[in-house]
T-cell receptor
Framework: DGGITQSPKYLFRKEGQNVTLSCEQN?????MYWYRQDPGQGLRLIYY???????QKGDIAEGYSVSREKKESFPLTVTSAQKNPTAFYLC?????????FGQGTRLTVV | GIQVEQSPPDLILQEGANSTLRCNFS?????LQWFHQNPWGQLINLFY???GTKQNGRLSATTVATERYSLLYISSSQTTDSGVYFC???????????FGQGTRLTINP
């Protein structure tokens, strides 16, 4: 089936550790995105990439890093510099302008 | 950047009622999407509607781009319609989507 796969679904991190969230798509979409959602809030853009080997910062990029080495993959690293990383993270991809989302990863700092 | 406002923030209805959700945006757009976030957090695509009117079963949407608003209509609501509805827009010349704060819809049996 075509779609966007995020893993893991739940992730627990100790303070001071870096963690990487996976996002893979088999829709042949050029653009991919990472959003963050806090409880009761809308989604805020962290990073996006329109083509392989290129990406741009979104509105809340501090403390995060990404790579885009393959068209299908856009992993997000939450670094120890991110002061409040506990949140729900959603990955998306788009063809032209319509975007489709994965099922999300819930990250909790313990 | 472009601003997106959704109203009302919360809406509580009885099963069978009709509802209208509104999305206002501050600039010209080349993309407007409505999503339903289910209880597990997944965003379900409802409509891709930068302009015009579309219908899908009990749901329909209208975007009046010249007046910078979009409406989502839900008729004969069911308890499974409960959840948060998001409007997201892409400004002209921009690839990224900007989200509103959402409308939380609760349908009581």
């Amino acid at each position: 089936d075509g779609g966007i796969t995020q893993s893991p679904k739940y992730l627990f991190r100790k303070e001071g550790q870096n963690v990487t969230l996976s996002c893979e798509q088999n829709l042949n979409h050029d653009a991919m995105y990472w959003y963050r959602q806090d409880p009761g809030q809308g989604l805020r853009l962290i990073y996006y990439s329109q083509i392989v080997n290129d990406f741009q910062k979104g509105d809340i990029a501090e403390g995060y890093s990404v790579s885009r080495e393959k068209k299908e993959s856009f992993p997000l690293t939450v670094t120890s510099a991110q002061k409040n990383p506990t949140a729900f993270y959603l990955c998306a991809s788009s063809i032209y302008t319509e975007a489709f989302f994965g099922q999300g990863t819930r990250l909790t700092v313990v | 950047g472009i601003q997106v406002e959704q109203s009302p923030p919360d809406l509580i209805l009885q099963e069978g009622a009709n509802s209208t959700l509104r999305c206002n945006f501050s600039d010209s757009v080349n993309n407007l999407q409505w999503f339903h976030q289910n209880p597990w957090g997944q965003l379900i695509n409802l409509f891709y509607i930068p302009s015009g009117t579309k219908q899908n079963g009990r749901l329909s949407a209208t975007t009046v781009a010249t007046e910078r608003y979009s409406l989502l209509y839900i008729s004969s609501s069911q308890t499974t319609d409960s959840g948060v509805y998001f409007c997201a827009v892409g400004a002209r010349g921009a690839q990224k989507l900007v989200f509103g704060q959402g409308t939380r819809l609760t349908i009581n049996p």
